[in-house]
């Protein structure tokens, strides 16, 4: 089945310094995917939509210098959070399209980030 | 848009008792519905999916889900709960396969033994 990776898992970082999160779907191409961010205990919010080649689409009240995404190539997106506050501290889940596998979405198993 | 309510927060039920997890879309077409489980500290594993066809739904570990477009449900639903069933629950509906979805607030199961 299509897989989706997410690295690292698990990162504490210090206020103002950058964190990248990286996403990749290990055996299928995906041309779009998403990241979505989840509070303790709260839902998914969905953050923004990266899709390759092109400029990311975030949702309303999201920061896009903030949170910037690069979809470089068909198994890889990233986002990092610059200048990262405790406020950002979360559980950040991507997921990647598989257009070969009818647009079905695949879920990573998350990276929870710690901001000190 | 589409959105999704979730109404119960949390449930309790003891092991071997049945389960409904309700769940209640808003969308002006037929939408694709998902149900998703999530153990603490972990990604999303989906149970299972709707898109088109029989309105009754089968998925992994036991669970089934039914489609009531005239109650905009999709309800949840276990004959037989273990206690390592005990998770968060998402429902989630999409406008079109593959575009982004949304999702409820999530409901939290405890399994009592």
Request: charged share 15%.
């Amino acid at each position: 089945g299509a897989v989706v990776s997410q690295h690292p898992s698990r990162v504490i970082c210090k206020s103002g310094t950058s964190v990248k999160i990286e996403c990749r779907s290990l055996d299928f191409q995906a041309t779009t995917m998403f990241w979505y961010r989840q509070f303790p205990k709260q839902s998914l919010m969905l953050m923004a939509t990266s899709n390759e080649g092109s400029k990311a689409t975030y949702e309303q009240g999201v920061e896009k210098d903030k949170f910037l995404i690069n979809h470089a190539s068909l198994t890889l997106s990233t986002l990092t959070v610059t200048s990262a506050h405790p406020e950002d501290s979360s559980f950040y889940i991507c997921s990647a399209r598989d257009q070969g596998l009818h647009n079905e979405q695949f879920f990573g198993p998350g990276t929870r980030l710690t901001v000190l | 848009a589409q959105s999704v309510t979730q109404p119960d927060i949390h449930i309790t039920v003891s092991e071997g008792a049945s389960l409904e997890l309700r769940c209640n879309y808003s969308y002006g077409a037929t939408p694709y519905l998902f149900w998703y489980v999530q153990s603490p500290g972990q990604g999303l594993q989906l149970l299972l999916k709707y898109f088109s066809g029989d309105t009754l739904v089968q998925g992994i570990k036991g669970f089934e889900a039914e489609f009531k477009r005239s109650q905009s449900s999709f309800n949840l639903r276990k004959p037989s709960v273990h206690w390592s069933d005990a998770a968060e629950y998402f429902c989630a509906v999409g406008a079109q396969l593959g575009n982004d979805m949304r999702f409820g607030a999530g409901t939290r199961l405890t399994v009592k033994p």
